[in-house]
């Protein structure tokens, strides 16, 4: 139990373009799902935190017209990042928690290079 | 002062040998507590959770919690290489809202 995908898992794309990656749970229901960036080397940076419905809180730094997120159903979120530019390319991670659980379970990733 | 902090290491330990990962944080309202492991190029899986203080042991991996200290610890009994990875620390605070992560432990099993 406990799966969550994602899509694509990689993707390239020119500067200026928009790309999409879906984050979904599979055999639960996420009321919160979270995004992260990771940049080669680095540790996991937090990017929203989205709840079923509502509009997703950001971190400090991220850029909520840049990066849209919309978590429309229990099982679905995704990410948006428009305008994509070279310094965006990275590895772009969800993770999805159940309703009433401390646990988070990641989705395997979406490797993003914008040319 | 960071929330949860990890020595980045990497820490290196022979094959066969036990693997121990460490962990503080500074919430001391902090609830929950989890270990995750990350591959390199890979996305984080979760391996143990801890709510309570004291041990809790799954398999070859221990987790201990000591809420009075604010630390928490993963204990790797007969590392393989196969254990060569990034070991993150997280923490639960405020309602289950947010996970604080740690930066990481890099972990090498020497063969």
């Known amino acids: 139990g406990a799966v969550v995908s994602q899509h694509p898992s990689r993707v390239i794309c020119k500067s200026g373009t928009s790309v999409k990656i879906e984050c979904r749970s599979l055999?639960?229901?996420?009321?919160?799902m979270f995004w992260y960036r990771q940049f080669p080397k680095q540790s996991l940076m937090l990017m929203a935190t989205?709840?079923?419905?509502?509009?997703?809180?950001?971190e400090q730094g991220v850029e909520k017209d840049k990066f849209l997120i919309n978590h429309a159903s229990l099982t679905l979120s995704t990410l948006t990042v428009t305008s994509a530019h070279p310094e965006d390319s990275s590895f772009y991670i969800c993770?999805?928690?159940?309703?009433?659980?401390?646990?988070?379970?990641f989705g395997p990733g979406t490797r993003l290079t914008v040319l | 002062q960071k929330e949860v902090e990890q020595n980045s290491g990497p820490l290196s330990v022979p094959e066969g040998a036990i693997a121990s990962l460490n962990c503080t944080y500074s919430?001391?309202?902090?609830?929950?507590f989890f270990w995750y492991r990350q591959y390199s190029g890979k996305s984080p899986e979760l391996i143990m959770s801890?709510?309570?203080?004291g041990d809790k042991e799954d398999g070859r991996f221990t987790a201990q919690l000591n809420k009075a200290s604010q630390y928490v610890s993963l204990l790797i009994r007969d590392s393989q290489p196969s254990d060569s990875a990034t070991y993150l620390c997280?923490?639960?605070?405020?309602?289950?809202?947010?996970?604080?992560f740690g930066t990481g432990t890099k972990l090498q099993v020497i063969p």
């Open positions: 997280a923490v639960n605070s405020g309602g289950y809202q947010k996970v604080t």
């Open positions: 989205s709840n079923e419905g509502s509009k997703a809180t950001y």
């Open positions: 055999d639960f229901q996420a009321t919160t």
């Open positions: 993770s999805a928690r159940a309703v009433g659980e401390g646990e988070q379970f």
């Open positions: 919430d001391r309202g902090s609830q929950s």
């Open positions: 801890i709510y309570s203080n």
